[in-house]
């Protein structure tokens, strides 16, 4: 794999764990929201219709160097109740949140191998980060869901950097923190546009988690240094980036 590097950062969501896990607790939580904003539609126009809100929303984030997710899911699922003619009311949000979180915690699972890789990069005395999109109470509830306190040596979350991948500062502080040179430091993610594209920019050597068995990576756009296909693909100790 590695040829010695002092530490390898990871991405939270996609990479660590499959959203597809999460996916009961979205539409549980979503259908939830509409029923008690007095909409009768079906669930899969209401799931329907957060999704595209989400898309929405998402493109619009997408080019500022730092927001709260908060206030992203706050306006997707504004957007979703506003495609039923419903003005979203703040004491139901809140409400909704709480059942989200609770279901999140109860369905969330880890991809294969997970654990076991973590706990060995430790004891090869390789530094071991989180750098993930996320705001800070989410990443500490969901980290702790997913039995991840103990096996990294710090998390960063997007809100604590003022920054969300791929603005450079997130992943400078990153490089801060390690106390490594980019040179040195693999950065693991499954994006191409948020997590190969910053990390290729700073100078970290960057591996693509690429979990979709249909298709291969795109071959236009950012490249990474490697692409594998499950965590564990990482202790392969001959294989360099």
Request: net charge negative.
């Amino acid at each position: 794999m590695l040829a010695g590097p002092g530490a390898v950062l990871f991405d939270f969501g996609g990479t660590l764990y499959d959203y597809r896990t999460l996916e009961r607790a979205n539409r549980e939580s979503l259908i939830a929201l509409a029923r008690w904003s007095g909409i009768e539609a079906e669930s899969e126009k209401i799931v329907l219709a957060h999704r595209d809100a989400l898309r929405r929303t998402f493109h619009a984030y997408l080019p500022r160097s730092y927001y709260l997710h908060h206030d992203l899911f706050l306006d997707a699922v504004a957007g979703m109740l506003e495609a039923f003619g419903v003005v979203l009311e703040r004491t139901l949000f809140e409400r909704y949140q709480v059942m989200l979180r609770e279901a999140q915690e109860r369905d969330l699972v880890l991809r294969e191998g997970v654990p076991d890789t973590l706990r060995t990069l430790r004891e090869r005395g390789i530094l071991v980060g989180l750098v993930s999109n996320i705001d800070r109470d989410q990443l500490t509830y969901l980290s702790q869901a997913a039995g991840l306190s103990g096996h990294f040596d710090w998390m960063l979350s997007s809100e604590e950097a003022r920054s969300c991948k791929p603005d450079l500062a997130i992943f400078e502080e990153a490089i801060r923190r390690t106390g490594c040179a980019p040179q040195e430091t693999v950065f693991v993610g499954d994006t191409l546009a948020q997590d190969i594209a910053g990390a290729n920019r700073v100078g970290m050597r960057s591996v693509l988690l690429w979990h979709r068995d249909d298709r291969s990576p795109p071959a236009d756009g950012p490249r990474p240094r490697h692409i594998i296909r499950r965590i564990p693909e990482l202790l392969e100790p001959l294989r360099e980036i």
